[in-house]
């Protein structure tokens, strides 16, 4: 069983920045696929990032040039790095972890199998 803690949202102007945070409980982290995704209200949950054991990274048209997805396997982190933020942006921003090595189907939330609890991004114009 794995547990996703996040961290790191907040009110931000438009342009501005911030970096988000998911902490991982259990072992095996540096072998699992890793994403983020998020959900605005009305709509639903939206893939925005993934990050593979190799730390190889794909990411949703709309972030891609703005947002960047890391990990530290040494902390069991995995961070989400938000730039040039518009107010589309807002949303319920979710970490989620599968040990599954998902390529096509990383965009789809069923796929994954864990969640954490998610953390509030709020871009004012």
């Known amino acids: 069983q794995v547990q996703l803690v996040e961290s790191g949202g907040g009110l931000v102007q438009a342009g501005g920045s911030l970096r988000l945070s998911c902490a991982a409980s259990g072992r095996s982290f540096s072998t699992y696929t890793m994403g983020w995704f998020r959900q605005a209200p009305g709509k639903g949950r939206e893939f925005v990032a993934v990050?593979?054991?190799?730390?190889?990274?794909y990411y949703s048209d709309s972030v891609k040039g703005r947002f960047a997805i890391s990990r530290d396997n040494a902390k069991n982190t995995v961070y989400l790095q938000i730039s040039s933020l518009k107010p589309e942006d807002t949303a319920v921003y979710y970490c989620?972890?599968?040990?599954?090595?998902?390529?096509?189907?990383?965009?789809?939330?069923?796929?994954?199998?864990?969640w954490g609890q998610g953390t509030q991004v709020t871009v004012s114009s």
């Open positions: 990050i593979w054991s190799s730390s190889t990274t």
């Open positions: 989620a972890a599968t040990p599954r090595f998902i390529v096509g189907s990383a965009r789809s939330p069923d796929k994954w199998d864990y």
